[in-house]
């Protein structure tokens, strides 16, 4: 795209176009919380166990500089997100999301495994 051309972003830009005012910002400002609240109403329990790996991996890089006290924050903030999240899941679907995560929260949370014993589904006793 050659610059100069009217559907060009910086030339529309310049020409200020936005609507300016109290209920223009209110608008946008509605419209992010609303954003932001589908988001994570729809992905709350996804996103927070990929916050918590991405943040257990941010914690590595910390620490494979030199960043210490970076590496221990981030790997804390991490575990928590990824813990909430799998919490969060676990309430929402009835289901742990993997065996480990079944494995770690069951006891701890003292709920009962979603998961039946298959010998005694196969195998009904008298």
Not at 13 to 38: E, K, P
Not at 79 to 108: D, E, N, V
Not at 109 to 123: F, K
């Amino acid at each position: 795209m050659a610059f100069g051309h009217p559907h060009d972003l910086l030339v529309a830009a310049d020409r200020g176009g936005a609507h300016t005012g109290a209920l223009a910002t209110l608008v946008t400002i509605g419209g992010f919380v609303c954003l932001f609240a589908w988001v994570a109403w729809r992905f709350g329990p996804t996103l927070m166990r990929f916050c918590g790996l991405a943040s257990w991996w941010a914690g590595w890089a910390c620490g494979s500089q030199g960043g210490y006290g970076y590496m221990a924050l981030l790997v804390i903030i991490g575990t928590l997100s990824w813990a909430a999240g799998t919490i969060w899941h676990h309430a929402r679907r009835g289901r742990w999301p993997s065996l480990l995560s079944q494995r770690l929260f069951t006891p701890m949370l003292h709920t009962r495994s979603a998961s039946p014993d298959r010998r005694r589904a196969r195998h009904p006793g008298p």
